[in-house]
């Protein structure tokens, strides 16, 4: 699994991933998100407006994102 750090006050979860380029738009991250869920703080979640802090973790597909 690959960790990337992300410095931010706080973000989206589906602008975090159009923002890393882990998919090419956000329409698609919110579409992934609802319908497949992703990892936040070790739960599941498909809200894909949901903030990230920092202190926070995602995991998406086979990347760790920690939010500095």
């Known amino acids: 699994m690959e960790i990337i ?6 973000i989206k979860l589906k602008d975090l ?7 090419p738009t956000g329409g698609i991250a919110k579409s992934i998100i609802k ?4 990892i936040l703080n070790d739960e599941p ?7 990230a802090h920092p202190g926070d973790a995602v995991i998406f597909d086979d990347y760790k994102i920690i939010i500095k």
């Open 17 to 23: 991933l159009k923002v890393l380029n882990l998919v």
């Open 35 to 38: 319908e497949e869920g992703i």
């Open 45 to 51: 979640c498909f809200v894909a407006g949901k903030k």
């Open 5 to 10: 750090e992300f410095e931010s006050k706080e």
